[in-house]
Structure formats: C-alpha cells, structure tokens
C-alpha cells in the first residue's frame, strides 16, 4: 500500500493564480481530511469529507475549495492565490472519524 | 471555542534527559491522540488513549491520559537524538461532532 499520496511536493504560484493539490489514498478510508501547517505552527483544518460526495468546512475554509467523487481521491483546489495561503498543506485520511489519521508527505506551497 | 493547549512550546534537552509535554483540554474529551512530525515531515500517529487514567508505554514513551479525560502526556525516558520533533496532541471532543481539535505541538531537540 502506497498509502496516502501527495501531489505536488513543491510549487511556487503568483498571486491571482489557481492550482489543485492532489491527495490520494489506497486505504479504503471513508474520511479525508485537509490541513494547512504555518512555520511553526499547529494544523489547521481545511476542509474535510466523510465519504464520496460528502464535504464540510473545517476552521479556515476560505480561499479553497474541494471535491470528492471517489473514496480515494479528495483534491483541494485554490482559485486567486494570495501570499497568505503561502504555507505547507497536508492531506490525510482515517477509517472513521474516532480513529488514527494517516498523513500524506505534504506540499510545500509559495505564493509571491 | 474548544481548545487544546500544550506546553511548553519549546523545549532544549541533553541526550539522556528526560522530556515531557503537557495536553490541556477546556472540555472533557472522549480519547486523546498524539503525534510526533519530525523536522520536514509529516505528522506520524504514536497512540490513542481512550480510558480515564489510562497508562501506555511504547519502549522509553509513556502516555498519560487523566482521570477527568481532560489533560494527557508524553513522557520520554532517557532522550535520543532520533526523539527530536514536534509532538503534538489532538483530542476528540465528547460531543456528536467528534472532531479532532490539536495542540500547538512541542518541539523537542536533543543536543547529543
């Protein structure tokens, strides 16, 4: 098992640009999580899903954007990029939301 | 809101030392987990305490878990340079929505 993939692992965007973060996992995990982790900081929660088709906002939704029609995959789309979004994104899943969380390796994102 | 605090922030060790980090939670929390990112990497699941006053050791970690389900700890015995990271807790609240809510994390280095 791969387990939970990341792509990509760097990129630099300019303000006002869009991207899609692209986050897979092969664990058969009902939820899926997305986080952003500031430089020395904690993890803030994006958005989140707990099955194919099913979305919800976590604490710092703004400026994002998600989808999930499969269990495995759960892209997290930024439209208009701005320098405060400069930050490090995790993607991760869990059988059940009582359960351990699995992390992918990240992406490092710079918006200048 | 609910919140997880942890501390201390930082904390600077001789190899050998022992080490601890503290979870405070402002409500009662249903299970506790703890994480360790090490430097450049991606959060890593350690354990989950789910039981009022409950005790796990893994080799030189013990954690703690507190009687009113509120608190928690990590303590290391006797540190090596492979225990340098940020640990960080997340609790679970009692409630329906069950969302994990994380500490801030503390960062540990080891100077050997």
């Known amino acids: 098992n791969a387990g939970v993939t990341q792509t990509p692992k760097f990129r630099i965007l300019k303000i006002g640009q869009s991207m899609t973060l692209q986050c897979t996992q092969d664990?058969?995990?009902?939820?899926m999580y997305w986080y952003r982790q500031d430089p020395g900081m904690g993890l803030k929660l994006i958005y989140y899903s707990v099955g194919a088709g099913i979305t919800d906002k976590g604490e710092v939704p703004n400026g994002y954007n998600v989808s999930r029609s499969t269990t495995e995959d759960f892209p997290l789309r930024l439209e208009l990029a701005a320098p405060s979004q400069t930050s490090v994104y995790f993607c991760a899943s869990s059988y059940v939301q009582t359960y351990e969380q699995y992390f992918g390796p990240g992406t490092r994102l710079t918006v200048t | 809101g609910q919140q997880v605090m942890q501390i201390p922030q930082y904390q600077h060790v001789q190899e050998g030392e022992d080490f601890t980090t503290y979870c405070n939670s402002s409500t009662t929390l249903s299970n506790i987990q703890w994480y360790k990112q090490r430097p450049g990497g991606h959060p890593v699941f350690l354990i989950q305490?789910?039981?009022s006053g409950e005790v796990k050791k893994q080799k030189r970690l013990t954690f703690q878990f507190g009687e009113a389900k509120k608190n928690s700890s990590l303590h290391i015995t006797a540190t090596q340079t492979t225990d340098v990271g940020t640990y960080f807790c997340?609790?679970?609240?009692?409630?329906?929505?069950?969302?994990?809510?994380w500490g801030l994390g503390t960062s540990l280095a080891v100077n050997p």
């Open positions: 305490l789910v039981k």
């Open positions: 997340a609790g679970q609240n009692a409630g329906n929505n069950r969302k994990l809510i």
């Open positions: 664990m058969n995990h009902n939820y």
